[in-house]
C-alpha cells in the first residue's frame, strides 16, 4: 500500500517515500497512444542484471575468470537504484496519460531538475557509496548513461534525493536484488576490469530496456537469449583444423607463417613487412586459430579509414565464409554490416536516434567487425561509452592495420589502447610496412629495440620477454622518382601516359588540392577518351561507395580484363594510400612525409601479373620543392597546404632524405629512409626553429608537448567525461559534423509527416510518432537518410540548426541529437538544401554559410569556394 503525504515542500517527498516496488523504471506506451507505467524499478533491475549473467557466460570459462570481478550481474543490476527517487518519479509519472496511473503526485514544481546532478545515474551512485559499495562500483553505476554525472559534495540522504526515508527504500531495493538474484557487491581488482564491468553495466541495461521487455505485463525471463540474440551477442562456430590454403587458396609465404607460428595467445605482435607481402592475410589465419581453440572472442580490424575499412570488408567477409560453420555464417555475416541496423535489436541507445545507431559502433560490440581506429581509440579515453568499446573489443583478437609513425597525439592514444588492451586479455597484431625503431619500441612499451632488420617480426607475448624474429625481405624492385616543382607539368605527364593507355593515380594531402586536381585533369582527360575520376572522404556515403566500388574494381585485380580498353587517371587524397589493392602504372604524388610517400609507392605496379603499356614503366613523380634550403626558410610556401596537415619539421626533414634520389629501391631502402627521417637528433638553423615548433607549438598549431597532454586528459578516468564530438583521436582535424544533403524538407500536415526529398529526388517520409512505423521500417528508413550524409570540418559545414527545429522535422527519430540530461553533449547534425546547380543553402533557403560557397556535385563531392 503507498504511504499517504502531504503537498509541501518542506514535508512532501522528503518525509514520506514511495516503497521501492511500487516505483516505475519506464514508461509503456501502447499501439494506441496510451502511456502508462512500465516495469517497475526492482524487475527492470533484475532483468539487467539477469542480461548481464547471460552476456558473461557466453565468454569463455578461463576469459570469463580474468575479465570479470565475481558477481558482476550484481552491479549491473543496482544500476537504476537511483529511480527510486522523487524527482524520477515524479518525471515518469506525469508522462502518463491522463487517469493512467493511480499513482499519486508528489509536490515538486519542475522535475527536470534532476539534470542539474545527472539524473538518476547520479543517485545510483551516491545512494550506492553511502552503501559501503566496493571501490569503483559506485562510479560504474553512476556512469551507466555513458558519462560521469556531477554529484560532487552532494549525500544520499539530501533532501533533493528524498531524504533518509527514499534512501532506506533504494536500500532495501539492494538486498531485494540480492535475494532475487542470489549476489551481492562485486569486488574490483583494476581500472581496466572497473571499465569492462562499465560495460557490461551499459549494455545489459540497452538489452533489458528493449523490446522484449517493454510490456509490463508479459513474462520475461524466457526473453531473454531471443533478445541477446537479436542484439548481436552470438556464439560462433568454426570449421576445426582448416590449413592456411584452405582458408585462402595459397601456400603461405615464410613471413605470414613465422607470424602464425608466433601470435598463439594473448600479447603484442608487431610484423613490419613491406607492401603487398600478405600481412592481412597472415593476421587473419592467425586469428583463426586463437577462435577455433577458444582462446579469443573474436576479431575487430581497424584501419585509418572509413574508405579502407569498406574495402577490406569484402576481404574479411570472404575469410568469415571459411572459417564459419554453415549454422553460425550466415548470423555473423549479417552483424558485420548495415543489414544489422535494420534486423537487429539492440534496446535504448541502440535505437533509431540513440547515439549506438551507427554500424561503426556498434560492430565493436559484433563478434567479428571491420572499423576505424578512431573508434577503438576512444576505448582508452575519457569519453562517452569509452567503457562500452572497451566491454566490445575484451578477449578478441584486435588487428591493427597500416600503423605508421604516428604524430604525438594520436601516438600516445594508441599507445594506451595497446596497454589496455594488454589487460584485457587481447591479443594485438600491429601490421606496418613502416615504423621507426622508436615508435616500434613504444607500441610493445619496452625502452628501446635495436634490431634494423626488415622484415621483423617482434613479439610481446603477456608477462613474457620480447622476442624478434628477422624475415627474409624477398625480391627488391626499382622505382624510378622525379622531384618536379611544377603542377602543369605533372598534369601533361599524366595526360600523356593515360593517353598511352596507362593507368594514373595523383595522389593530394587534402580534399581541396584533389578537387582543383580533379577540374585541372577532368574535361581536358574527357576531350583524349581519358575516363578520370575522384575518391576523398566528403562524398556522401550513398556516392562515395558507387565510386570506390568502381574505381577500385577498375584499379584492381577484377579490373585486368578492362585494363587496357583506354588510359584512366583517378584522383584521392589519403584514403588512397592505405589498405587498398589497387594497382596504378604511373603516380604523381603531393610531397608528403616519408612513411606516407612509401604507402603511395606501394600502389605502384603492385601485381606483377598485371598486364601493362609497352610504354609504361615503374615510376613516380612526386610534386614538391625543388629548392630545400628555400623550403627550409619557408616550408609553409613551399610545401602549400601540405605544412597545414602534416608537420613543417617532418616535411623538411623527408625532403632532405628524398632530394637528389633517382630511384629507391623496395622494400631495401625502407628502413633506412624511415630513420633517416624520423631519428632524433640536435638541429641547427631553420630546422631547430622547425624542431622547437613541433615541440612546443605555435599561434597556428599545438606542439608535440601539448599534445600528448591532452591525450593524457583525454585518457584521464577521474577527469570529465567528453562526449564524442570533443574527444579528437588526430591531430590537425578539426571536430566533424554529419551534414544531411536534401532536395527539400517540409512538413506534409495531412501525414503528419516530414517529407524529405533526397539528391536523387525520391521522398521519403518521417512521421511525428515512431508507432506509425514498424521497428524495422524506421531502421530502414534511418539508414536510407544516413546514406545522405556527408562529414566535414566543422569550419566547413553549414551553418548549424538549433535542436528544436531539427525535432520539429521528426529528425530525433534517425540522428543522435545530444542528450538532454547532459549539459556538455550536443548535436553533430546538419541540414542543407542542395539545388539543381549543386549549391547549397539552409532550411529557408539562406546562405548555408556566412564566410563560403559551399557545393555539393556527385562526381567532386562536398566542396567549399572560398571568397
Known amino acids: 500500500m503507498l504511504h499517504r503525504r502531504t503537498r509541501t515542500v518542506s514535508e512532501g517527498y522528503a518525509t514520506a517515500a514511495v516503497p521501492f516496488h511500487d516505483c516505475p523504471a519506464k514508461t509503456w506506451e501502447r499501439p494506441d497512444g496510451y502511456v502508462g507505467p512500465g516495469r517497475s524499478v526492482p524487475d527492470h533491475c533484475q532483468i539487467v542484471g539477469e542480461v548481464a549473467r547471460a552476456l558473461v557466460e557466453r565468454y569463455p570459462k578461463h576469459l570469463r575468470s580474468c575479465l570479470f570481478p565475481s558477481n558482476a550481474p550484481f552491479a549491473a543490476a543496482c544500476h537504476d537504484i537511483g529511480k527510486v527517487s522523487p524527482f524520477f518519479y515524479e518525471k515518469l509519472r506525469r508522462r502518463f496519460t491522463s487517469g493512467g496511473s493511480h499513482l499519486p503526485a508528489l509536490d515538486i514544481a519542475n522535475p527536470e531538475m534532476e539534470r542539474e546532478w545527472g539524473g538518476h545515474a547520479g543517485v545510483s551512485l551516491v545512494a550506492a557509496k553511502a552503501m559501503g559499495a566496493p571501490r569503483w562500483v559506485p562510479e560504474v553505476l553512476g556512469q551507466h548513461h555513458g558519462f560521469s554525472p556531477g554529484v560532487a559534495g552532494h549525500s544520499a540522504d539530501a533532501e533533493k534525493f528524498g531524504g533518509p526515508l527514499w534512501q532506506r527504500q533504494r536500500e532495501e531495493l539492494v538486498h531485494e536484488l540480492e535475494r532475487r538474484l542470489g549476489m551481492t557487491w562485486p569486488e574490483v581488482s583494476s581500472p581496466a576490469q572497473a571499465r569492462i564491468l562499465a560495460g557490461l553495466t551499459s549494455v545489459a541495461d540497452w538489452v533489458g530496456s528493449g523490446a522484449f521487455f517493454e510490456d509490463p505485463s508479459t513474462p520475461w525471463s524466457d526473453a531473454i537469449e531471443q533478445a541477446l540474440r537479436d542484439a548481436g551477442f552470438l556464439t560462433p562456430k568454426y570449421h576445426s583444423g582448416l590449413s592456411f590454403s584452405q582458408v585462402f587458396g595459397f601456400d603461405p609465404r615464410p613471413a605470414q607463417q613465422t607470424l602464425i607460428n608466433v601470435a598463439t595467445e594473448p600479447g603484442v605482435y608487431v610484423l613490419e613487412a613491406p607492401m603487398g607481402l600478405g600481412k592481412t592475410e597472415a593476421a587473419l589465419y592467425a586469428a583463426y586459430q586463437l577462435l577455433e581453440r577458444n582462446g579469443a572472442t573474436g576479431i575487430y580490424f581497424a584501419l585509418p579509414t572509413q574508405l579502407t575499412s569498406n574495402r577490406i570488408y569484402q576481404r574479411f567477409n570472404k575469410f568469415l565464409r571459411r572459417i564459419l560453420s554453415d549454422d553460425s555464417a550466415q548470423s555473423a555475416l549479417l552483424l558485420h554490416s548495415n543489414a544489422w541496423l535494420v534486423e537487429a535489436e539492440m534496446g535504448e541507445e541502440g535505437r533509431p536516434g540513440g547515439s549506438w545507431f551507427h554500424q561503426s559502433k556498434r560492430g565493436l560490440l559484433a563478434p567479428f567487425a571491420v572499423g576505424t581506429i578512431d573508434q577503438a581509440l576512444m576505448a582508452a579515453m575519457n569519453v562517452k561509452h569509452g567503457f562500452v568499446r572497451a566491454f566490445g573489443l575484451a578477449g578478441k583478437v584486435v588487428i591493427l592495420d597500416e600503423v605508421h609513425t604516428y604524430d604525438a597525439y594520436t601516438g600516445t592514444l594508441l599507445d594506451a589502447l595497446i596497454e589496455l588492451l594488454r589487460e584485457l586479455e587481447c591479443t594485438v597484431i600491429v601490421l606496418s610496412a613502416t615504423l621507426n625503431l622508436e615508435r616500434r619500441a613504444q607500441l610493445l612499451g619496452v625502452s628501446n629495440v635495436s634490431n634494423f632488420a626488415y622484415p621483423l617480426i617482434t613479439a610481446a607475448p603477456r608477462d613474457q620477454k620480447v622476442t624478434e624474429y628477422p624475415l627474409e625481405s624477398g625480391d627488391s624492385q626499382q622505382v624510378a622518382l622525379h622531384l618536379e616543382a611544377c603542377d602543369q607539368t605533372a598534369i601533361e605527364q599524366a595526360l600523356e601516359r593515360a593517353s598511352q593507355g596507362q593507368q594514373v593515380l595523383w595522389i593530394e594531402n587534402t580534399v581541396a588540392d584533389a578537387q582543383e586536381r580533379y577540374l585541372d585533369l577532368a574535361s581536358r582527360a574527357r576531350e583524349l577518351?581519358?575516363?578520370?575520376?575522384?575518391?576523398?572522404?566528403?562524398?556522401?556515403?550513398?556516392?562515395?561507395?558507387?565510386?570506390?566500388?568502381?574505381?577500385?574494381?577498375?584499379?584492381?585485380?577484377?579490373?585486368?580484363?578492362?585494363?587496357?580498353?583506354?588510359?584512366?587517371?583517378?584522383?584521392?587524397?589519403?584514403?588512397?594510400?592505405?589498405?587498398?589493392?589497387?594497382?596504378?602504372?604511373?603516380?604523381?604524388?603531393?610531397?608528403?612525409?616519408?612513411?606516407?610517400?612509401?604507402?603511395?609507392?606501394?600502389?605502384?605496379?603492385?601485381?606483377?601479373?598485371?598486364?601493362?603499356?609497352?610504354?609504361?614503366?615503374?615510376?613516380?613523380?612526386?610534386?614538391?620543392?625543388?629548392?630545400?634550403?628555400?623550403?627550409?626558410?619557408?616550408?609553409?610556401?613551399?610545401?602549400?597546404?601540405?605544412?597545414?596537415?602534416?608537420?613543417?619539421?617532418?616535411?623538411?626533414?623527408?625532403?632532405?632524405?628524398?632530394?637528389?634520389?633517382?630511384?629507391?629501391?623496395?622494400?631495401?631502402?625502407?628502413?633506412?629512409?624511415?630513420?633517416?627521417?624520423?631519428?632524433?637528433?640536435?638541429?641547427?638553423?631553420?630546422?631547430?626553429?622547425?624542431?622547437?615548433?613541433?615541440?612546443?607549438?605555435?599561434?597556428?598549431?599545438?606542439?608535440?608537448?601539448?599534445?600528448?597532454?591532452?591525450?593524457?586528459?583525454?585518457?584521464?578516468?577521474?577527469?570529465?567525461?567528453?562526449?564524442?564530438?570533443?574527444?579528437?583521436?588526430?591531430?590537425?582535424?578539426?571536430?566533424?559534423?554529419?551534414?544531411?544533403?536534401?532536395?527539400?524538407?517540409?512538413?506534409?500536415?495531412?501525414?503528419?509527416?516530414?517529407?524529405?526529398?533526397?539528391?536523387?529526388?525520391?521522398?521519403?517520409?518521417?512521421?511525428?510518432?515512431?508507432?506509425?512505423?514498424?521497428?524495422?521500417?524506421?531502421?530502414?528508413?534511418?539508414?536510407?537518410?544516413?546514406?545522405?550524409?556527408?562529414?566535414?570540418?566543422?569550419?566547413?559545414?553549414?551553418?548549424?540548426?538549433?535542436?528544436?527545429?531539427?525535432?520539429?522535422?521528426?529528425?530525433?527519430?534517425?540522428?543522435?541529437?545530444?542528450?538532454?540530461?547532459?549539459?556538455?553533449?550536443?548535436?553533430?547534425?546538419?541540414?542543407?538544401?542542395?539545388?539543381?546547380?549543386?549549391?547549397?543553402?539552409?532550411?529557408?533557403?539562406?546562405?548555408?554559410?556566412?564566410?563560403?560557397?559551399?557545393?555539393?556535385?556527385?562526381?567532386?563531392?562536398?566542396?567549399?569556394?572560398?571568397?
Open 529 to 867: 577518351g581519358i575516363a578520370c575520376g575522384l575518391l576523398h572522404s566528403r562524398f556522401t556515403a550513398a556516392d562515395r561507395q558507387q565510386a570506390e566500388a568502381h574505381w577500385v574494381r577498375l584499379f584492381g585485380k577484377e579490373g585486368w580484363s578492362q585494363r587496357s580498353e583506354h588510359g584512366r587517371i583517378l584522383i584521392g587524397t589519403q584514403v588512397l594510400e592505405q589498405s587498398l589493392d589497387i594497382d596504378a602504372d604511373f603516380l604523381v604524388t603531393r610531397f608528403a612525409p616519408t612513411d606516407m610517400l612509401l604507402q603511395r609507392l606501394g600502389r605502384l605496379w603492385r601485381h606483377k601479373q598485371t598486364l601493362r603499356p609497352i610504354t609504361a614503366r615503374r615510376e613516380a613523380w612526386l610534386l614538391g620543392p625543388a629548392d630545400p634550403e628555400t623550403a627550409l626558410a619557408e616550408p609553409l610556401v613551399a610545401f602549400g597546404r601540405g605544412a597545414y596537415v602534416y608537420s613543417p619539421y617532418v616535411l623538411c626533414r623527408s625532403l632532405q632524405v628524398w632530394h637528389g634520389r633517382n630511384v629507391v629501391c623496395l622494400p631495401g631502402d625502407i628502413r633506412d629512409l624511415i630513420e633517416q627521417t624520423y631519428a632524433s637528433r640536435e638541429e641547427s638553423g631553420p630546422l631547430a626553429r622547425w624542431l622547437h615548433e613541433l615541440e612546443y607549438g605555435s599561434a597556428r598549431r599545438k606542439g608535440r608537448r601539448a599534445l600528448r597532454q591532452l591525450a593524457r586528459v583525454g585518457l584521464a578516468q577521474d577527469g570529465k567525461t567528453l562526449p564524442e564530438s570533443q574527444a579528437e583521436t588526430r591531430y590537425g582535424e578539426v571536430d566533424r559534423v554529419d551534414v544531411l544533403l536534401l532536395r527539400d524538407l517540409t512538413f506534409d500536415s495531412e501525414r503528419q509527416a516530414a517529407r524529405l526529398v533526397l539528391l536523387d529526388g525520391r521522398s521519403v517520409y518521417l512521421p511525428r510518432s515512431r508507432q506509425a512505423l514498424r521497428r524495422s521500417d524506421l531502421r530502414r528508413l534511418c539508414l536510407t537518410l544516413m546514406q545522405q550524409t556527408v562529414p566535414v570540418n566543422i569550419m566547413d559545414a553549414p551553418a548549424a540548426v538549433p535542436v528544436h527545429v531539427l525535432r520539429k522535422y521528426f529528425l530525433h527519430h534517425c540522428f543522435y541529437l545530444g542528450d538532454p540530461d547532459w549539459e556538455d553533449d550536443e548535436s553533430l547534425l546538419r541540414v542543407a538544401l542542395v539545388d539543381e546547380t549543386g549549391m547549397l543553402a539552409g532550411l529557408h533557403v539562406e546562405r548555408a554559410h556566412d564566410k563560403h560557397t559551399l557545393e555539393y556535385r556527385d562526381d567532386m563531392g562536398y566542396r567549399v569556394i572560398k571568397k
